[in-house]
């Protein structure tokens, strides 16, 4: 969830005898000794050991990443309830979603999630567990649900130095894991893996400017988050790689002076893409640049962005976007 752009600046109860989960993780998950397939699963989840009993049956995803990776690994017959919806679910996935019950349009009323007694709640922000989410994970575990925070979006004190695609996948791998279908995690993957090969393979090396939203200080895609990774997996060149963090604000000098082969520009409901090109258009140096000159855009969803299933089409449409370019 970035609807604000607020998370990336620093984004009666059944009771099951599981740990709570910290949030998003690099290490495989495990199989705890003498565990079959769907038996207790020990993993660390942002620094903080978890074990999970058994598989939950009544789980709720908090953010769309989330909602899809569950979607996509089958396992909307767990699901008892959904959230939080940047762009409209993927069309793969769209009949799967319909029979989850939607809980609220953003993050539910604590008291809302209270009343669907989940054993199992799964967000891709920590936000989702903040003071306008559902409350302290913490107390949750009292509660006896356990819960789950994807990787890239813990908290700052746990974040990854630096998000890569293998981290996306240790997410799938985990949470597949958590429902005993790790077969499942590993089609997957493989499919995944399988297209951004023939993507980058199809692509071509350029110089390429992330441009995430502000006119006046432009936001952009830094070394360290998604726009890095989706860039890095395309085989482009980040014209901002030095800068820490996923995102960071710069200047139009600096654009000026990097003069991108490309420009991705990051299209949502509140900042569009299209607005973004009336702006280069009219701006009277960037007007000037030959990406803007010659309309090298490449527009990209912002639910892409997201850690997640999602992140192959972005590096499947930068590729294209390249190739289509001539840059």
Not at 90 to 107: C, I
Not at 181 to 202: C, F, G, H, T, Y
Request: glycine share 8%.
């Amino acid at each position: 969830m970035r609807s604000s752009l607020s998370w990336r600046v620093t984004a009666p109860l059944s009771v099951l005898f599981v740990l709570l989960a910290g949030c998003g993780a690099t290490d495989a998950p495990k199989a705890a000794p003498g565990a079959s397939a769907g038996g207790p699963v020990t993993l660390a989840n942002c620094g903080t050991p978890v074990t999970i009993a058994k598989p939950p049956t009544r789980a709720v995803t908090m953010n769309q990443p989330a909602t899809e990776i569950m979607l996509a690994l089958g396992l909307q017959d767990r699901m008892i309830g959904t959230a939080y919806l940047d762009d409209a679910i993927l069309p793969e996935y769209a009949a799967a979603y319909a029979k989850v019950p939607v809980l609220a349009k953003e993050y539910p009323a604590k008291e809302k999630l209270l009343d669907t007694e989940p054993d199992f709640v799964y967000a891709s922000f920590a936000s989702a567990f903040g003071t306008e989410g559902v409350g302290d994970r913490a107390e949750w575990q009292k509660l006896g649900v356990s819960s789950y925070v994807s990787a890239a979006g813990c908290p700052k004190e746990t974040r990854l130095a630096k998000l890569a695609l293998t981290d996306v996948f240790t997410e799938i791998r985990e949470i597949a894991a958590v429902f005993g279908v790790p077969d499942r995690a590993e089609q997957l993957i493989a499919e995944q893996q399988a297209r951004i090969v023939k993507a980058k393979a199809s692509g071509r090396d350029a110089k390429v400017l992330w441009w995430d939203a502000g006119t006046d200080a432009p936001s952009v895609g830094a070394c360290c988050g998604s726009p890095g990774m989706i860039m890095a997996e395309a085989g482009v060149t980040n014209v901002f790689a030095e800068l820490t963090g996923s995102w960071a604000d710069s200047s139009w000098e600096a654009v000026v002076e990097r003069n991108p082969d490309a420009i991705v520009l990051i299209d949502a409901s509140w900042d569009p893409a299209a607005a973004k090109k009336a702006f280069l258009a009219k701006h009277a140096t960037l007007k000037d640049l030959p990406a803007v000159k010659n309309q090298r855009f490449i527009v990209v969803p912002f639910s892409a962005t997201s850690a997640g299933v999602r992140n192959v089409l972005a590096v499947e449409a930068l590729t294209a976007g390249l190739a289509k370019a001539g840059s």
